[in-house]
Protein backbone atom coordinates (compact mmCIF):
# COMPACT_ATOMS: atom_id res chain seq x y z
CA UNK A 1 0.00 0.00 0.00
CA UNK A 2 2.84 2.54 0.76
CA UNK A 3 4.17 1.79 -2.88
CA UNK A 4 1.00 2.52 -4.45
CA UNK A 5 0.81 6.23 -2.31
CA UNK A 6 4.61 6.46 -3.03
CA UNK A 7 4.29 6.18 -6.99
CA UNK A 8 0.89 8.56 -6.37
CA UNK A 9 2.46 11.31 -4.80
CA UNK A 10 5.71 10.99 -7.00
CA UNK A 11 3.02 11.19 -10.41
CA UNK A 12 0.93 14.15 -8.70
CA UNK A 13 4.22 15.78 -7.96
CA UNK A 14 5.67 15.77 -11.19
CA UNK A 15 2.39 17.11 -12.73
CA UNK A 16 2.85 20.42 -10.36
CA UNK A 17 6.41 21.26 -11.98
CA UNK A 18 5.85 22.44 -15.19
CA UNK A 19 2.66 24.86 -13.38
CA UNK A 20 5.33 26.49 -11.07
CA UNK A 21 4.90 24.39 -7.88
CA UNK A 22 7.74 23.50 -5.99
CA UNK A 23 7.14 19.22 -7.02
CA UNK A 24 10.46 18.45 -6.75
CA UNK A 25 10.64 19.75 -3.14
CA UNK A 26 7.16 18.14 -2.51
CA UNK A 27 8.87 14.77 -3.61
CA UNK A 28 11.41 15.07 -1.66
CA UNK A 29 9.22 15.81 1.78
CA UNK A 30 6.99 12.81 0.88
CA UNK A 31 10.16 10.09 0.63
CA UNK A 32 11.36 11.61 3.89
CA UNK A 33 7.65 11.08 5.66
CA UNK A 34 7.58 7.74 3.80
CA UNK A 35 11.05 6.93 5.75
CA UNK A 36 10.34 8.38 9.04
CA UNK A 37 6.34 7.47 9.54
CA UNK A 38 6.23 4.31 6.87
CA UNK A 39 9.18 2.56 7.98
CA UNK A 40 10.08 2.75 4.23
CA UNK A 41 13.79 1.83 3.78
CA UNK A 42 14.56 4.83 1.32
CA UNK A 43 18.22 5.36 2.80
CA UNK A 44 19.08 9.03 3.28
CA UNK A 45 21.38 9.00 0.61
CA UNK A 46 18.77 8.94 -1.82
CA UNK A 47 17.16 11.41 0.23
CA UNK A 48 19.78 13.77 0.11
CA UNK A 49 20.60 13.37 -3.70
CA UNK A 50 17.12 14.15 -4.54
CA UNK A 51 17.35 17.35 -2.09
CA UNK A 52 21.05 18.51 -3.97
CA UNK A 53 18.81 17.44 -7.49
CA UNK A 54 15.72 19.73 -6.63
CA UNK A 55 17.92 22.41 -5.27
CA UNK A 56 19.79 22.51 -8.48
CA UNK A 57 16.63 22.62 -10.22
CA UNK A 58 15.62 25.25 -9.03
CA UNK A 59 18.56 27.30 -9.34
CA UNK A 60 18.74 26.50 -12.98
CA UNK A 61 14.78 27.30 -13.36
CA UNK A 62 15.77 30.84 -12.31
CA UNK A 63 19.06 31.46 -14.08
CA UNK A 64 18.33 30.18 -17.38
CA UNK A 65 16.22 32.89 -18.75
CA UNK A 66 18.89 35.62 -17.77
CA UNK A 67 21.64 33.64 -19.12
CA UNK A 68 19.61 33.32 -22.33
CA UNK A 69 19.23 36.73 -22.55
CA UNK A 70 22.28 37.30 -22.45
CA UNK A 71 23.59 34.53 -24.97
CA UNK A 72 20.83 36.27 -27.36
CA UNK A 73 22.87 39.72 -26.57
CA UNK A 74 20.94 41.29 -24.32
CA UNK A 75 22.88 43.27 -21.11
CA UNK A 76 24.05 42.30 -17.77
CA UNK A 77 20.50 44.42 -16.97
CA UNK A 78 18.41 42.15 -19.35
CA UNK A 79 19.37 39.12 -17.23
CA UNK A 80 18.45 40.78 -14.08
CA UNK A 81 15.34 41.72 -16.18
CA UNK A 82 14.77 38.32 -17.18
CA UNK A 83 14.90 36.66 -13.62
CA UNK A 84 13.39 39.42 -11.35
CA UNK A 85 10.27 39.65 -14.47
CA UNK A 86 9.83 35.63 -14.34
CA UNK A 87 9.56 36.09 -10.44
CA UNK A 88 7.19 38.20 -10.35
CA UNK A 89 5.18 36.46 -13.25
CA UNK A 90 5.27 33.57 -11.61
CA UNK A 91 3.73 34.69 -8.09
CA UNK A 92 1.50 37.09 -10.13
CA UNK A 93 0.39 34.59 -12.45
CA UNK A 94 -2.58 35.06 -14.74
CA UNK A 95 -6.17 34.59 -14.37
CA UNK A 96 -5.89 30.94 -15.97
CA UNK A 97 -7.19 28.27 -13.88
CA UNK A 98 -4.53 25.41 -13.01
CA UNK A 99 -1.65 26.95 -15.51
CA UNK A 100 -1.40 30.53 -14.60
CA UNK A 101 1.45 30.96 -12.90
CA UNK A 102 3.82 29.20 -15.85
CA UNK A 103 2.52 31.56 -18.15
CA UNK A 104 3.40 34.18 -15.88
CA UNK A 105 6.60 33.28 -15.61
CA UNK A 106 6.90 33.00 -19.16
CA UNK A 107 5.63 35.93 -19.67
CA UNK A 108 7.15 38.13 -16.78
CA UNK A 109 10.68 36.62 -18.60
CA UNK A 110 9.62 37.80 -21.67
CA UNK A 111 8.70 41.61 -20.90
CA UNK A 112 11.01 41.83 -17.87
CA UNK A 113 14.00 41.56 -20.18
CA UNK A 114 12.25 43.48 -22.83
CA UNK A 115 12.28 46.44 -20.75
CA UNK A 116 15.32 46.14 -18.80
CA UNK A 117 17.24 46.23 -22.64
CA UNK A 118 14.97 48.86 -24.05
CA UNK A 119 15.70 50.70 -21.15
CA UNK A 120 19.44 51.37 -22.14
CA UNK A 121 20.13 54.21 -24.43
CA UNK A 122 22.09 52.39 -27.10
CA UNK A 123 19.12 49.55 -27.51
CA UNK A 124 16.31 49.46 -30.35
CA UNK A 125 13.32 47.35 -30.44
CA UNK A 126 14.31 44.55 -32.74
CA UNK A 127 17.70 44.17 -30.16
CA UNK A 128 15.18 44.31 -26.99
CA UNK A 129 12.67 41.75 -28.72
CA UNK A 130 15.54 39.55 -29.87
CA UNK A 131 16.72 39.41 -25.93
CA UNK A 132 13.61 39.25 -24.61
CA UNK A 133 12.36 36.00 -27.22
CA UNK A 134 15.49 34.88 -25.67
CA UNK A 135 14.82 35.09 -22.26
CA UNK A 136 11.45 32.76 -23.20
CA UNK A 137 13.81 30.37 -24.62
CA UNK A 138 15.90 30.08 -22.11
CA UNK A 139 12.48 29.99 -19.28
CA UNK A 140 11.02 27.04 -21.82
CA UNK A 141 14.46 25.37 -21.52
CA UNK A 142 14.39 25.49 -17.58
CA UNK A 143 11.09 24.54 -17.20
CA UNK A 144 12.32 21.25 -19.55
CA UNK A 145 14.82 20.72 -17.25
CA UNK A 146 13.57 20.93 -14.36
CA UNK A 147 11.11 17.93 -15.23
CA UNK A 148 13.51 16.22 -16.51
CA UNK A 149 15.55 16.27 -13.10
CA UNK A 150 11.97 16.09 -11.82
CA UNK A 151 11.39 12.39 -13.57
CA UNK A 152 15.06 11.29 -12.45
CA UNK A 153 13.79 12.42 -8.63
CA UNK A 154 10.84 10.28 -8.73
CA UNK A 155 12.96 7.22 -10.29
CA UNK A 156 15.73 7.71 -7.90
CA UNK A 157 12.89 7.95 -4.55
CA UNK A 158 10.48 5.22 -5.80
CA UNK A 159 13.17 2.42 -6.78
CA UNK A 160 15.05 3.32 -3.49
CA UNK A 161 11.79 2.50 -2.06
CA UNK A 162 11.72 -1.07 -3.84
CA UNK A 163 14.90 -1.82 -3.00
CA UNK A 164 14.90 -0.72 0.85
Do not use: H, Q
Amino acid sequence: MLLVLFVVAMIVSLFLVPIGFPGTFIMVAVAIAANYFGAAGIGWFAIALSLVLAVTAEVLEWTLSASFARKYGGSRRAGWGALLGGFIGAFAGVPVPVIGSMIGAFAGAFVGALIAEFSRPESDASVATRVATGALIGKAAATALKLAIAFTIALILTFALIRG
